[in-house]
């Protein structure tokens, strides 16, 4: 008998959020987040990295094998223990992302990938990474399009997120924090994920929560050509394009992609 979703992530336990490789039900939302990551490892090359909201820790460790130090945080005891367990090239700390327990201009890059649409005070967790970054430093950040995520209610549909942001919103709220915008991508659906969404009526996304809105996390029951399907999906599915955020070419992205520098 194969095993469930839930015996595949018994080490860490599905929440319907947090998202952790080796789980096929979980593949699409990881390799999506992957290949964020991907295209902001160069900027931590040989640098002293903070990650805030590691969850997993698998990002936390693929930015370990090309950065100097990285220490992940993240606020939940189980999923700290956890990553400091599975990513030992990672020195992981339990912290509140509102204080971050970091010297003033000890570190080279911020990475915040997927967490600020959690934050409820978006603005005073940017000012402390402005504070633990050197004159310089860079910040990094994913955060899910809010104009394509939650595109008909300005309160995110999903339990989690606090305050969503679009294009304009996130270069904006940026640039009111102190930093300087060197770029600001968008993740899309590349030619595998596209043809997944052709395949699924218009979009895959929709096709996954289909099966598992009503269940709870790992316990919903997969059609097999979808979990296939799912499954197979890789980073080099998702593609990064450049736009401007106040020109409207961002806008049907479905994740926001930054890198902002510290004065």
């Known amino acids: ?32 987040h992957e290949a964020a990551y991907a295209a902001l490892v160069p900027y931590c090359r040989d640098a002293v990295v903070l990650e805030t909201g590691c969850g997993e820790g698998y990002g936390a460790a693929l930015i370990a094998g090309h950065a100097h130090r990285v220490l992940a945080l993240d606020y939940d005891r189980v999923t700290t223990e956890h990553a400091a367990r599975r990513y030992p090239d990672v020195e992981v700390a339990l912290a509140d992302l509102s204080a971050l327990p970091v010297a003033t201009g000890a570190v080279d890059v911020v990475a915040n990938l997927q967490v600020l649409e959690h934050l409820r005070d978006q603005e005073g967790f940017l000012a402390g990474c402005r504070r633990v970054l050197r004159p310089g430093g860079r910040l ?85 050509p979808l979990l296939s399907d799912v499954a197979a999906l890789t980073a080099a599915d998702f593609d990064l394009h450049d736009g401007d955020p106040h020109g409207g070419d961002l806008d049907a992205c479905l994740d926001l992609v930054a890198v902002a520098a510290a004065p």
């Open 1 to 32: 008998m194969s095993p469930t979703a839930a015996d595949r992530a018994a080490t860490l336990h599905l929440t319907g959020e947090r998202t952790v490789p080796d789980v096929p039900e979980e593949n699409y939302w990881f390799r999506r």
């Open 140 to 224: 990094l950040v994913t955060t899910p399009n809010r104009l394509t995520f939650t595109p008909d209610s300005p309160t995110p549909l999903n339990p989690f997120h606090t305050r969503e942001l679009s294009p304009s919103e996130l270069d904006t709220l940026l640039h009111d924090s102190g930093f300087v915008v060197e770029s600001l991508r968008g993740l899309y659906h590349g030619a595998g994920a596209a043809e997944l969404d052709r395949r699924y009526g218009g979009s895959v996304i929709d096709a996954q929560l289909d099966v598992v809105l009503g269940s709870l996390p790992g316990q919903a029951v997969w059609p097999e």
